[in-house]
RNA sequence: GCCCACGUAGCUCAGGCGGUAGAGCAUUUCCUUGGUAAGGAAAAGGUCCCCGGUUCGAAUCCGGGCGUGGGCUCCA
């Protein structure tokens, strides 16, 4: 993690290049605008950012200028100038340029007597370094974009704005970076979604809720299938309950507390009823569990639902099907005996790892995320936090699976493992987690009766396996380009008649392959085959049967695939091709 | 919620320094029956996001909303 204006100091060449472009940016906007204060500029991922309160507000028109001037600034050769000089002589310099920013970075963050500086011609920037030798070693590099950002990430702190840029060691991999960002473009999931027609939002409908059109339901409705399935083989038992409840309930399990902020507000009945909108599923289960008394002998209970929430997030952070206000979370609640934790987060584990595998996503890694030292956020003793903490580090070991700590980034209740992916554009977000949970059965008072008679509390291990069906649709997307596998794809065979004559064979085709449970469409419109063959492609429908007077007399479908491969091959064959791809779930 | 940008036909966009708008694709109808990525013609389609203000006149200028995108903060 980078501190606030020191930051760690490194030897990747690629990163110092970006922190000093940072700084050739603060060169240059302090040149061109004189009472623009400088924040903090550190190298991040693929580039930079610099953040600077303006007087007068600049926007992305302004960039263009911005960064000639760096050019003309790293043209002039200026070298890059440590200075450590005393704390008091570092505050005069700063004060003397009226950058508060800086001085508040000194008083807060400089410990001893010593502050580094780097000087380049006229800017000048507390900074830990290193740096490049000079400004000419800057060639490959761009402005992208304006944002806004609080100053040290405090929502009441001021608003600066921020000037993200990309940095490269040569011309040939920024073009290759920008080249990338054009492609993620395409790939993006708003952009297919309405390309593909899988999926529509509507302000009248609301934020964030996600319309599901037939193309997306369809695609959704098998992977519940397939997930429904695979939980049920291993031991889950699959549940359907309300999406509402009693705030009651909320304020039992203590979220309402919390997260009334992000709940939709109660629904208030005449008689004094309230009812809310579920934000998660562990209530309903907890209550799921406690209508029968249990014996140890039934542990693990593991209670699954295809669960919908609704979370009021707010309007600025919704982004397509990946933050919405309302999704449906693949959950499950599995309520164990303590030494039956381990083994349960293995395996939930190694189920979200099965449905990866199987959907052919690569790209994640594991989070282990702990509390942090700020006592009020959580709940429950130090002991079961780190008994619960060293569970879960356990099975992560144990499955040699490599992982970092996100500290601070637990739940309320308990520590978790994140499964975190990322989508076209490399923003990482949380897929799904597994969570060890002490405090939701004590609150909500859970037993067993164990081999003594005596009664027991339950572990409660919360777990997402496939994750929320928008957020890894939106995934799914972006990863296959629109391209779906066969098994998924809204429309898995289209048969083109050549001319109005292969009509009834057409349909007798398309009736055969329906007969395998396959989604088959004919396209009998009266436009040439090439005409068909180009609408179909854009909607990378995996094969089309093109089928002339040679196909009909002798049985036979000519098949072209979404990569224009083309293959001649009798009915029963491409049928029985079709079907055990999709039958095996082949990417 | 905050900062910046954007909002014109179903979609992608052009235009407009104030005189009520245009293309391509899609849609509908007709012609066309064509062997592996766009056959032809015609028609229809707009409260230029919404509400106020300025003005003889606003899609255009100003203000306020709403929505979308990129960030920030947050994410049980």
């Given at each position: 993690?980078?501190?606030?204006?020191?930051?760690?100091?490194?030897?990747?060449?690629?990163?110092?290049?970006?922190?000093?472009?940072?700084?050739?940016?603060?060169?240059?906007?302090?040149?061109?605008?004189?009472?623009?204060?400088?924040?903090?500029?550190?190298?991040?991922?693929?580039?930079?950012?610099?953040?600077?309160?303006?007087?007068?507000?600049?926007?992305?028109?302004?960039?263009?200028?911005?960064?000639?001037?760096?050019?003309?600034?790293?043209?002039?050769?200026?070298?890059?100038?440590?200075?450590?000089?005393?704390?008091?002589?570092?505050?005069?310099?700063?004060?003397?340029?009226?950058?508060?920013?800086?001085?508040?970075?000194?008083?807060?963050?400089?410990?001893?007597d010593e502050v580094s500086l780097y000087r380049t011609g006229d800017f000048l920037d507390l900074c830990r370094g290193p740096?490049?030798?000079?400004?000419?070693?800057?060639?490959?590099?761009?402005?992208?974009?304006?944002?806004?950002?609080?100053?040290?990430?405090?929502?009441?702190?001021?608003?600066?704005t921020r000037i993200y840029g990309t940095a490269w060691m040569t011309q040939r991999e920024l073009d290759d970076y920008m080249k990338f960002l054009e492609e993620a473009e395409k790939r993006d999931h708003k952009k297919l979604g309405k390309e593909l027609k899988i999926f529509a939002l509507d302000e009248?409908?609301?934020l964030g809720q996600v319309i599901w059109l037939p193309n997306g339901a369809t695609i959704r409705r098998e992977l519940e299938r397939w997930i429904v399935d695979e939980e049920l083989r291993r031991g889950y038992r699959h549940v359907i309950t309300p999406h509402l409840a009693k705030l009651d309930l909320y304020k039992q399990s203590g979220h309402w507390q919390l997260y009334h902020d992000t709940m939709y507000p109660p629904i208030h009945f005449e008689d004094g009823e309230e009812l809310e909108l579920r934000p998660m599923n562990c209530p309903h289960h907890i209550i799921v569990y406690g209508q029968e008394l249990h014996s140890y002998r039934d542990l693990p209970v593991r209670i699954a639902e295809l669960?919908?929430?609704?979370?009021?997030?707010?309007?600025?952070?919704?982004?397509?099907?990946?933050?919405?206000?309302?999704?449906?979370?693949?959950?499950?609640?599995?309520?164990?005996?303590?030494?039956?934790?381990?083994?349960?987060?293995?395996?939930?584990?190694?189920?979200?790892?099965?449905?990866?595998?199987?959907?052919?996503?690569?790209?994640?890694?594991?989070?282990?995320?702990?509390?942090?030292?700020?006592?009020?956020?959580?709940?429950?003793?130090?002991?079961?936090?780190?008994?619960?903490?060293?569970?879960?580090?356990?099975?992560?070991?144990?499955?040699?699976?490599?992982?970092?700590?996100?500290?601070?980034?637990?739940?309320?209740?308990?520590?978790?493992?994140?499964f975190q992916v990322r989508d076209a554009h490399r923003r990482e977000f949380t897929n799904n987690t597994v969570q060890v949970d002490y405090q939701l059965p004590k609150k909500f008072e859970l037993e067993y009766v164990a081999v003594d008679g005596s009664r027991q509390r339950p572990v409660l291990v919360h777990r997402g396996a496939f994750g929320a069906f928008e957020r890894m649709t939106a995934y799914l997307i972006e990863q296959y380009a629109g391209a779906f596998p066969t098994w998924l794809h809204p429309v898995q065979v289209v048969v083109i008649p050549i001319t109005d004559a292969q009509h009834?064979?057409?349909?007798?085709?398309?009736?055969?392959?329906?007969?395998?449970?396959?989604?088959?469409?004919?396209?009998?419109?009266?436009?040439?085959?090439?005409?068909?063959?180009?609408?179909?492609?854009?909607?990378?429908?995996?094969?089309?049967?093109?089928?002339?007077?040679?196909?009909?007399?002798?049985?036979?479908v000519n098949i072209r695939d979404r990569g224009g491969k083309q293959v001649d091959s009798t009915l029963e064959s491409f049928a029985s091709m079709v079907a055990t791809e999709v039958a095996e779930r082949r990417r």
């Open positions: 993690m980078s501190h606030y204006g020191d930051h760690e100091a490194t030897d990747d060449p690629l990163q110092t290049l970006r922190h000093s472009t940072a700084h050739l940016l603060a060169a240059a906007v302090t040149e061109l605008y004189p009472d623009a204060k400088y924040g903090i500029g550190p190298p991040v991922e693929d580039g930079f950012y610099y953040d600077f309160q303006f007087g007068k507000p600049i926007s992305e028109s302004d960039l263009p200028a911005i960064e000639s001037r760096m050019r003309r600034l790293a043209q002039a050769d200026i070298p890059f100038v440590k200075e450590v000089v005393s704390r008091d002589e570092a505050i005069e310099e700063f004060r003397k340029r009226g950058q508060d920013f800086k001085l508040e970075l000194i008083e807060d963050k400089v410990e001893g740096h490049v030798r000079s400004t000419k070693e800057l060639k490959a590099f761009k402005l992208l974009r304006v944002a806004g950002a609080y100053w040290r990430g405090d929502e009441k702190k001021p608003q600066l009248r409908v609301g669960g919908q929430n609704y979370r009021l997030e707010k309007s600025g952070e919704l982004m397509g099907m990946i933050r919405v206000r309302s999704f449906n979370l693949n959950d499950a609640h599995i309520f164990c005996t303590p030494d039956q934790v381990i083994s349960e987060v293995r395996s939930a584990i190694e189920l979200a790892n099965h449905f990866m595998s199987v959907l052919g996503v690569k790209d994640y890694s594991y989070r282990l995320s702990v509390r942090d030292d700020v006592k009020t956020k959580w709940s429950g003793t130090d002991e079961e936090w780190e008994t619960a903490e060293a569970m879960l580090k356990e099975a992560l070991e144990s499955l040699n699976l490599p992982y970092k700590i996100g500290v601070g980034d637990a739940a309320f209740y308990g520590p978790k493992i994140d009834d064979y057409a349909h007798l085709v398309a009736e055969r392959l329906r007969g395998l449970r396959l989604r088959v469409e004919v396209d009998d419109r009266s436009e040439k085959m090439q005409r068909k063959i180009r609408d179909w492609q854009a909607q990378k429908v995996p094969y089309m049967a093109i089928v002339g007077p040679l196909e009909v007399e002798a049985e036979h």
